[in-house]
């Protein structure tokens, strides 16, 4: 069983950074996959950025190299640092865990413990 919490979100003007923090508990924690996904009102919960259990980052194509993804095991924390935000990265951001590390971790399905989300609102 894992549980995550987010927090870092808020209110930004464009160009400004933030970054998203996700404390996990639990035992597998550590080994665990961890993705961030966002979801805008009124669309689907899209993929955002994953690391795997030793620290082997992915990004989606509208946030590389604007997002760095890490992770801190010691702290059972993944981080995303998001930087020159836009107005379009506004949503709810959520971190996910999943015990598998391999491929195919676009898919929200894929996860098997969520957070409650933090709200990101980047302002033009």
């Known amino acids: 069983q894992v549980q995550l919490v987010e927090s870092g979100g808020g209110l930004v003007q464009a160009g400004g950074s933030l970054r998203l923090s996700c404390a996990g508990s639990?035992?597998?924690?550590?080994?665990?996959?961890i993705a961030w996904f966002r979801q805008a009102p009124g669309k689907e919960r899209i993929f955002v950025s994953f690391?795997?259990?030793?620290?082997?980052?992915s990004y989606a194509v509208s946030v590389k190299g604007r997002f760095t993804i890490s992770r801190d095991n010691a702290k059972n924390t993944v981080y995303l640092q998001m930087n020159n935000l836009e107005p379009e990265d506004t949503a709810v951001y959520y971190c996910?865990?999943?015990?598998?590390?391999?491929?195919?971790?676009?898919?929200?399905?894929?996860?098997?413990?969520w957070g409650q989300g933090t709200q990101v609102t980047v302002s033009s």
């Open positions: 996910a865990a999943r015990a598998y590390n391999g491929g195919g971790y676009t898919s929200p399905l894929g996860y098997d413990y």
């Open positions: 690391i795997t259990w030793n620290g082997v980052p």
């Open positions: 639990g035992r597998t924690f550590s080994t665990s996959a």
